[in-house]
């Protein structure tokens, strides 16, 4: 599979070392020799240093052998020709573009449906203020993604001392919380991923994973111990185009919002776009505004600046003022290991959120969706179990699942169902497997079709 | 200041006053009354006026560009003018002994106030009757609007006379041209006009007086060719037919466009429009409740009442139907804010106008606001659009200079002798372009027994009201006569 990539940003760069991870032929354009420099010496792909809109450097990398044309420039205009050039010299191939300019939302499906005729638009920052949304939703809640349309969702939370669960063993969670147990993918101790087994015990301190109905979601937090309060109070700082979008949703639902920018001029801008959300000028680090403010007294502090600093800051003056609730956004991926351990938990990143939706429409197939967690330590993986794949047939036990994976949930006809070891998955069952990185090229072995089968 | 060029436009809009008295003068011939004489001599006298200016004053290069500044004084003097002007028919009668009292009548019908000086209305020809509601007629939508609608003359430079004569705080063009949206403006006026013809001829009022009638409801003008106003006919019909178009009066006209242009929740949508409906409901219920027992025993009629008063006075029409006077405090008193808080931007209704009552309110929230989040910034949004800060800043001074404007005149007016209450009420009335004021010049009273001086200070409170004061204060003010 040949897959081109315009731009060579940090979306660009992390979609390029996914791919070329997993044996696809990549070749990137950009115009800046720096960023090209980068990627040429840290990854096994081919690079060009031009501009990805122009048609001639498009054919002379090869657009017309090329299955997927990624265009995920920081600039909407470059990646749109790119795809228009591309859909005149070479229909077949694939378009995805990254659009963040909101104003081309009300535009998406006829960008689909006529000229350019792209495959999907990705836009990040959408992508971001969903997440927030989520992990709002679910306070105590790390981590959130929606399976399935969002019946199912997968949940992480750090598991506290109080918790009635603490110390438990996984077999015995059947015989205490009988149907309704929580079903545990993943816990995070230390660092290392566990897949869980049976004798496996959850310990304080763990961060959970698990999968859940999303109407049973209450009652499983529950059993963890943790209770959803709604949201009432939101400060986010940074009105940029994720604060704006994020601001005008929460206005909807009529929760109390305040917006801090550092730019006058913009803050001009969102007072004009909103109506209730009450709109600050400050710097992001100014505390003083923070306590004129009662920043304490929000439920959630969403910290969404174009400066990663400025965030973590932000974020950790709210968590000594006593706010539990706090969502930091991150665009430096090489700072993830580092914030957990200054207690930064909730964290979202649009360059992240970009290449997951792209890594996933890229895999489209029988594959619906694709989540990576902890800094791609482990994925969920969502699919359709086909007929003449290895995974159908047999119950559970008899199958050789790979070390490392674990199939979380079977879907079937809109039923969620906790499989045993002798469950069977039927062809056209919707199944949820979770799995740590090197697991996942053994998992896709066994969810695809046979060889013998052409 | 090319004063050259202003003398020829105002000749212009003389000659055209002279053209309009025609339609009395035809009153006069169609019912043989004594006035037509006055007529024709004042049609005579206006006419050359108008032309001696034309001729006096020769066409120069750049006419069709208007400075601020000549547009204010261009409409300022061309008001003053028409109302001199419009004053002869009045003055050549015999039922007018002074010519401050036809001054004053005249001043009071082209500024749509209806104050009036006459004691016995109904002794005055049909065709001095006429030219009273004829005058308001043509002051309610603006004779600059309506010479821009039908004479091409002005050209680009008429936005200058129009921003001048209609000082809308929200400004909003019609159409790209400016001939089109005063045609559009005059189109839905006349129309409705005529409506409530057909509605009053409907419950049996004669052609004649349901004219006047109508020609003064939709200025909200307020003049009516009987003593007692529409309190002589006593029917609930006819009152709430006026209530209808005086509440029509009083909603911007650009809604109305709309409304006719199949926007159908136009009203409902328009947050100012929102309050101004809302504001005539509750007033009316609060009232309803206040005289109901202590001035009118079925509730019935004390609704009718209450809701034919405070749609009078808020949309600054000021007919009348009761002696409000007799009514109690409270009722007084709503009234008498109602003088102030007018109808609506856009309207051909007077008072302060319901836009800037509530940019005032947003205006006064926002500074509150600010005390509580001291680094916050708003804007004062009225549906959906923002209101900029200078525009805001004009709004405030407006209202500051309409109240300091009141509170000058009513002391100057009671410096002449005249008690308070009716100091207060008659520069109320007449500042809003309502009417009827308080104390002796109440619903059932008139302005005749005012001292000379007193009328002529009120007739220039008329003026600056009706071209939003700006227009008129800014002549008296040093700074714009230097060089």
């Known amino acids: 599979m040949k897959i081109i990539i315009v731009g060579a940003g940090e979306v660009g760069y992390n979609i390029a070392s996914r791919l070329a991870s997993e044996n696809k032929q990549v070749v990137v354009i950009d115009k800046d020799p720096n960023a090209i420099r980068r990627l040429s010496e840290n990854l096994d792909i081919q690079v060009v240093t031009a501009s990805g809109s122009n048609p001639r450097v498009l054919i002379d990398a090869g657009i017309k052998e090329t299955d997927i044309l990624l265009a995920v420039t920081d600039s909407d205009e470059t990646n749109l020709v790119a795809c228009l050039i591309t859909d005149l010299i070479s229909p077949t191939t694939k378009k995805f573009a990254r659009i963040r300019n909101s104003d081309f939302n009300p535009y998406h499906n006829r960008l689909k449906k006529e000229n350019p005729h792209i495959d999907a638009v990705i836009n990040p920052e959408i992508e971001v203020v969903n997440t927030i949304k989520r992990l709002m939703d679910v306070p105590g809640a790390v981590d959130v993604g929606d399976f399935a349309d969002g019946q199912v969702k997968y949940v992480a939370i750090q598991l506290d001392r109080h918790s009635p669960m603490a110390g438990m063993k996984l077999v015995d969670f059947s015989s205490k919380f009988g149907e309704d147990r929580p079903l545990i993918a993943a816990i995070i101790r230390n660092d290392d991923i566990i897949v869980p087994r049976g004798s496996n015990t959850v310990e304080p301190g763990d961060l959970i994973y698990f999968v859940s109905e999303t109407k049973k979601l209450k009652k499983m937090l529950g059993l963890f111990g943790k209770e959803i309060v709604p949201v009432q109070r939101v400060f986010i700082i940074g009105g940029g185009r994720i604060g704006e979008r994020l601001a005008k949703i929460l206005e909807k639902d009529s929760i109390k919002t305040k917006i801090v920018d550092a730019d006058i001029d913009r803050c001009h801008y969102l007072s004009e776009q909103m109506d209730k959300t009450v709109i600050l000028h400050g710097d992001g680090s100014d505390q003083k505004l923070f306590l004129e403010e009662n920043i304490g007294q929000s439920d959630v502090v969403v910290s969404v600046t174009d400066d990663d600093e400025t965030n973590i800051l932000v974020s950790l003056l709210a968590k000594n003022l006593g706010v539990h609730n706090t969502i930091t956004r991150i665009g430096k991926s090489n700072y993830f290991p580092l914030l957990a351990t200054i207690g930064i938990d909730k964290i979202v990143s649009p360059r992240l959120s970009a290449v997951s939706s792209i890594l996933q429409e890229v895999r489209k197939g029988k594959v619906l969706s694709d989540i990576s967690i902890l800094g791609e330590k482990g994925e969920f993986i969502e699919a359709i179990a086909l007929e003449t794949s290895d995974i159908t047939g047999n119950p559970l036990k008899k199958l050789s699942f790979p070390k490392g994976a674990i199939l979380v949930c079977i879907i079937r006809n809109g039923q969620v169902m906790i499989p045993s070891g002798d469950s069977i998955v039927k062809p056209g069952d919707r199944i949820i497997l979770f799995a740590v990185k090197h697991a996942v090229k053994k998992l896709e072995k066994l969810l695809t079709v046979k060889l013998d089968f052409f | ?483």
């Open chain 2, 1 to 483: 200041m090319r004063w050259q060029f202003i003398a020829r436009i105002i000749g212009i809009l003389l000659f055209f006053l002279g053209l309009s008295m025609v339609a009395p003068l035809l009153v006069s011939l169609h019912y043989g009354d004594l006035s037509r004489d006055s007529f024709i001599r004042s049609i005579v006298i206006t006419m050359v006026a108008g032309l001696i200016l034309i001729i006096l004053s020769k066409k120069q290069d750049g006419d069709d560009y208007i400075s601020q500044k000549e547009g204010m004084t261009t409409v300022a003097l061309a008001w003053t003018g028409i109302g001199l002007f419009g004053a002869l028919p009045f003055y050549l009668s015999p039922e007018f002994t002074s010519f401050t009292d036809a001054f004053f009548e005249s001043v009071s019908g082209f500024t749509t106030t209806g104050s009036s000086v006459m004691i016995h209305i109904e002794g005055l020809t049909k065709s001095l009757l006429f030219w009273r509601s004829f005058i308001q007629w043509l002051g309610g939508m603006g004779i600059i609007v309506l010479s821009l609608a039908i004479l091409p003359f002005l050209g680009v430079g008429g936005i200058q006379l129009y921003k001048a004569e209609v000082p809308s705080p929200v400004p909003d063009k019609l159409s790209p041209r400016l001939s089109d949206s005063a045609k559009i403006l005059w189109g839905v006026y006349a129309v409705f006009t005529l409506l409530e013809i057909i509605f009053l001829l409907g419950g049996g009022m004669p052609l004649f007086e349901a004219a006047c009638h109508a020609f003064t409801t939709m200025p909200t003008g307020g003049f009516s060719p009987k003593n007692a106003s529409i309190a002589h006919y006593n029917s609930a019909y006819f009152d709430y037919v006026i209530i209808l178009f005086m509440i029509l009066a009083g909603i911007n006209f650009s809604l109305h466009y709309q409304m006719l242009r199949g926007r159908t929740l136009a009203f409902w949508e328009d947050t100012e429009c929102r309050f101004f409906l809302g504001l005539v409901l509750v007033l009316t219920l609060v009232m309803t409740w206040d005289i109901y027992g202590s001035v009118y025993t079925s509730l019935k009629d004390a609704f009718r009442f209450a809701s034919f008063q405070v749609t009078s006075i808020l949309t600054t029409t000021g007919f009348a139907t009761a002696d409000y006077e007799k009514f109690p405090g409270l009722s007084q008193v709503i009234l008498f804010v109602c003088m102030f808080i007018g109808a609506s931007a856009g309207s051909t209704g007077g008072g302060m106008k319901c836009a800037r009552i509530i940019s005032c309110y947003k205006y006064c929230y926002r500074e509150l606001f600010k005390i509580v989040h001291p680094r916050s910034i708003s804007h004062v949004k009225i549906n959906n659009t923002v209101i900029p800060d200078d525009v805001l800043r004009s709004i405030m001074g407006f209202l500051a200079l309409y109240i300091g404007l009141f509170i000058v005149s009513s002391l100057l007016l009671a410096g002449m002798g005249v008690d308070m209450m009716t100091a207060f009420g008659a520069v109320a009335a007449c500042i809003g372009n309502i009417g009827p004021g308080f104390g002796s010049v109440g619903p059932t009273d008139n302005f005749a027994h005012l001292p000379v001086m007193g009328k002529w200070l009120l007739a220039w409170c008329m003026l600056l009201g009706r071209l939003e004061i700006y227009t008129v204060i800014i002549l008296f003010v040093p700074e714009f006569w230097r060089k």
